[in-house]
């Protein structure tokens, strides 16, 4: 099993929980922790990107539970592409915000790993079900970074933000369980299997939740 697939995940959320614990406090160390980490960040997607060149799909079974049971991460050319942009405008952005912007709150270098992280477990996952999981991590850091420094106008467009997110994120989980209880899967791979054999009284159910995916 190639574990360079879960670095993507693993390596911002530890560097997030650090940050909230132990640097928070320190600016300096938050900077240098963060740009560190963004530039192996993207020297890992890079990595992946070149293993991916090949055309071939990597998977990876957390806890070598496989697929449709255990979680999986699926690697290919586009996951790997869509790893490498990630990485190159998160660093981008870090270096832009170290020059000042991330003194106007304490928590923008941990909101700022955490959504990184929700972000490439997106790009990775292989069901439906930790789409959304990944899908709700970058958005409750995008939350504390959108309000990010405080002031009336932020705060307000905050709200708007969450609102509507909260709606999409509704919608998603809502098209996550009419396809679950029309096909018994949120696997990927497995519902592409599974979706050519569901009975046609099935069909509408199953292309309302695909629609609402939309």
Do not use: C
């Not at 928070?24 to 070149?50: E, M, P, Q, T, W």
């Not at 990485?87 to 832009?96: D, I, Q, S």
């Not at 696997?187 to 599974?194: C, P, Q």
């Not at 509408?204 to 695909?210: E, S």
Request: net charge neutral; aromatic share 10%; no cysteine.
């Amino acid at each position: 099993m190639n574990h360079w697939l879960i670095l993507p995940i693993l390596m911002p959320a530890i560097l997030g929980a650090v940050l909230v614990i132990a640097a928070r406090h320190d600016i300096v160390l938050s900077r240098v922790f963060s740009v560190l980490s963004a530039g192996l960040l993207l020297a890992v997607a890079l990595v992946l990107l070149a293993m991916a060149s090949d055309g071939s799909v990597r998977v990876y079974a957390l806890g070598n539970w496989v697929a449709p049971f255990g979680i999986v991460l699926v690697l290919d050319r586009l996951a790997a592409l869509m790893l490498v942009l990630t990485a190159t405008l998160g660093l981008g952005v870090l270096l832009y915000a170290i020059n000042g912007w991330d003194e106007r709150g304490k928590h923008f270098h941990p909101l700022f790993q955490f959504q990184l992280m929700g972000l490439n477990g997106a790009f990775l996952t292989g069901d439906f079900f930790n789409l959304f999981v990944f899908f709700e991590i970058l958005l409750i850091a995008s939350y504390g970074l959108m309000v990010h420094g405080g002031g009336g106008l932020r705060v307000k467009a905050g709200v708007q933000y969450v609102v509507t997110n909260l709606v999409g994120s509704s919608l998603f989980l809502i098209a996550v369980g009419l396809i679950y209880s029309v096909t018994g899967t949120l696997n990927m791979a497995d519902l592409a299997l599974k979706v050519p054999q569901v009975p046609a009284g099935d069909q509408a159910l199953l292309q309302t939740g695909a629609v609402l995916l939309l």
